[in-house]
Antibody, heavy 118, light 108 residues
Framework: QVHLVQSGAEVKKPGASVKVSCKASGYTFTSYGISWVRQAPGQGLEWMGWISVYNGNTNYAQKVQGRVTMTTDTSTSTAYMELRSLRSDDTAVYYC???????????WGQGTQVTVSS | DIQMTQSPSSLSASVGDRVTITCQASQDISNYLNWYQQKPGKAPKLLIYDASNLETGVPSRFSGSGSGTDFTFTISSLQPEDIATYYCQQYDNLPMCSFGQGTKLEIK
């Protein structure tokens, strides 16, 4: 069965970077894109961006454009999301999600808590 | 950018009630609309895709309808395990997408 397993919680200082991983199993990794969605405490879902695992193409939300990089390693079926120049409002749970037809998210990772605090 | 207006933001209903949530898009998005359920501390779960298609394994009491700018999500008979927050999501301009603000559903 399909699983997306994310890396553990992170605590970072403002201005630092964080890299979250998402290891996929149970399906052909290159056949689906991966999106990243975050959720600030008590808030709704915010789409951050997408990567085509097939060819590495990316598309980022304007809000994080310039600070985020999404990559994949097909040899380990792992997707990565790096966010730089962290601010307190980046504190959130970060999810990876498999996208069918681009943005029908049928499987999600368990979430990674990222806390930005001085 | 396409804005999604979801209502109500919260809802209290009794077990067995019919529950309806609406989502309005700021422009025509055809049927590119999904619905998710999120329970506290958990990842969202896909319930309905392409406005009206029930995801495999999801109980038939959940349904969706609509096209263009106006969409409806319905639980025909509310069960205790349906307590969650529900989100609509549009994906008219792939690969970008956006979510509604969410509807928190509670038992009366």
């Amino acid at each position: 069965q399909v699983h997306l397993v994310q890396s553990g919680a992170e605590v970072k200082k403002p201005g630092a970077s964080v890299k979250v991983s998402c290891k996929a199993s149970g399906y052909t990794f290159t056949s689906y894109g991966i999106s990243w969605v975050r959720q600030a405490p008590g808030q709704g879902l915010e789409w951050m961006g997408w990567i085509s695992v097939y060819n590495g193409n990316t598309n980022y939300a304007q809000k994080v454009q310039g600070r985020v990089t999404m990559t994949t390693d097909t040899s380990t079926s792992t997707a990565y999301m790096e966010l730089r120049s962290l601010r307190s409002d980046d504190t959130a749970v970060y999810y990876c999600a498999r996208g069918v037809t681009g943005a029908i998210f049928d499987y999600w990772g368990q979430g990674t808590q990222v806390t930005v605090s001085s | 950018d396409i804005q999604m207006t979801q209502s109500p933001s919260s809802l209290s209903a009794s077990v067995g009630d019919r529950v309806t949530i609406t989502c309005q898009a700021s422009q025509d998005i055809s049927n590119y609309l999904n619905w998710y359920q999120q329970k506290p501390g958990k990842a969202p779960k896909l319930l309905i895709y392409d406005a009206s298609n029930l995801e495999t394994g999801v109980p038939s009491r959940f349904s969706g309808s609509g096209s263009g700018t106006d969409f409806t999500f319905t639980i025909s008979s509310l069960q205790p395990e349906d307590i969650a927050t529900y989100y609509c999501q549009q994906y008219d301009n792939l690969p970008m997408c956006s979510f509604g603000q969410g509807t928190k559903l509670e038992i009366k």
